[in-house]
């Protein structure tokens, strides 16, 4: 089994940055692409940003994108997302998630493995 623990959420004002990490232990050795997924109140899941195993291949969701950015640290195991210029509307819980194929994937069902998220707050 695979587990997934993010940090670095909390509450931040609007225009300014928060870097979440997401570490992966366990049988990290089957994890492959890896992904990032936001929910806010009332809404659905939504994909964000996923990255390849060996980081070449990245994709991020056009609501974010020339804000933040996705990279990954496999000596440690961990994916990042680098949050810069932040909206009220960024507001959600952010979920880390782990595949075991390693090409990249934006649907949730294609994920297996999911950390337990974590909160991030824009105020205005």
């Known amino acids: 089994q695979v587990q997934l623990v993010e940090s670095g959420g909390g509450l931040v004002q609007a225009g300014g940055s928060l870097r979440l990490s997401c570490a992966a232990s366990g049988r990290a050795i089957s994890i492959g692409a890896m992904g990032w997924f936001r929910q806010a109140p009332g809404k659905e899941c939504e994909f964000v940003a996923t990255i390849s195993w060996s980081g070449v291949s990245v994709y991020v969701a056009d609501s974010v994108k020339g804000r933040f950015t996705i990279s990954r640290d496999n000596a440690m195991n961990t994916v990042y997302l680098q949050m810069n210029s932040l909206k009220p509307e960024d507001t959600a819980v952010y979920y880390c998630?782990?595949?075991?194929?390693?090409?990249?994937?934006?649907?949730?069902?294609?994920?297996?493995?999911w950390g337990q998220g974590t909160q991030v707050t824009v105020s205005s």
């Open positions: 998630a782990a595949r075991t194929s390693r090409v990249t994937a934006t649907k949730n069902v294609s994920y297996d493995y």
